[in-house]
């Protein structure tokens, strides 16, 4: 019975000048060097010799940021492509988990971007809506700081009234306030007058409106020397002082 010889898969090289020898060869047939002590030598594509495919790799590493869409993207292509090499190399390249995991981390943060988008799409308007409030609460606790402080202008300048310049109301509001725009709204005084030819002041009027309507804010918001403030849906400050309805 005959057993088939397995496949060598080294060759013998000569120790002078680096030519392939034959088995079995005592001496060098190109230089005629002794070959002492026949060694073994591997090939490239030796069992042990391969190497791990750099795709496979990062794909990995950027399969880690799955949850930014560009390195998801970048996952997936490079595993594709490194299993691609991988298959072609005949065992020189390995690695062939790494790009599956990298590949399985790609395709996890493509199929969460729908989750992300249902969920901005529900928190975002929460959001807006809860800084609008914000604001507009902000608007109107700005309105009682001025009509409070246009009576303690009055008081401390009798002989002119109130006053329709609101840097004159610095001793009595903050900084922000008394430039015209604080907390996403515009604050203006204006119309003031005499009730008698060269009296003082005996009336003003104060608005507050959004710096950009339906993000800052949605409501008007005026006020005058009474002390009443009102509210006007479409945001327009004429309109508010118009026909404004009052805070309850």
């Known amino acids: 019975m005959h057993f088939a010889q397995p496949e060598r898969w080294w060759v013998l090289l000569c120790s002078s000048c680096g030519r392939t020898l034959e088995d079995g060869s005592r001496f060098c047939e190109f230089c005629g060097a002794a070959v002492a002590a026949p060694a073994p030598s591997l090939p490239a594509s030796a069992p042990g010799a391969a190497q791990t495919s ?50 399985v981390l790609g395709y996890l943060g493509i199929a969460g971007i729908p989750v992300i988008l249902i969920v901005a799409a529900i928190a975002i308007p929460n959001l807006l809506r809860a800084r609008i409030a914000a604001n507009e609460a902000s608007a109107v606790g700005q309105l009682r700081m001025l009509n409070a402080a246009e009576v303690a202008y009055l008081t401390a300048h009798p002989q002119a009234g109130f006053t329709c310049s609101l840097s004159d109301l610095r001793g009595s ?33 104060v608005v507050g409106y959004p710096v950009r309507y339906n993000q800052t804010g949605v409501r008007a918001f005026c006020s005058d020397e009474s002390g009443v403030i009102k509210a006007e849906q479409s945001g327009s400050p004429r309109v508010c002082l118009e026909s404004g309805s009052p805070l309850q």
């Open 173 to 205: 509001i903050d900084a922000r306030l008394a430039s015209g725009q604080r907390s996403g709204y515009f604050f203006e005084l204006s119309n003031c007058s005499a009730g008698t030819p060269g009296g003082p002041n005996d009336k003003y009027q």
């Open 54 to 103: 750099g795709k496979a790799i990062a794909s990995l590493v950027v399969g880690f940021f799955f949850y930014i869409l560009p390195a998801a993207i970048a996952g997936i292509i490079l595993g594709h492509l490194s299993l691609s090499e991988i298959r072609k190399s005949a065992g020189r390249l390995k690695g062939e988990g790494l790009a599956i995991a990298g590949l």
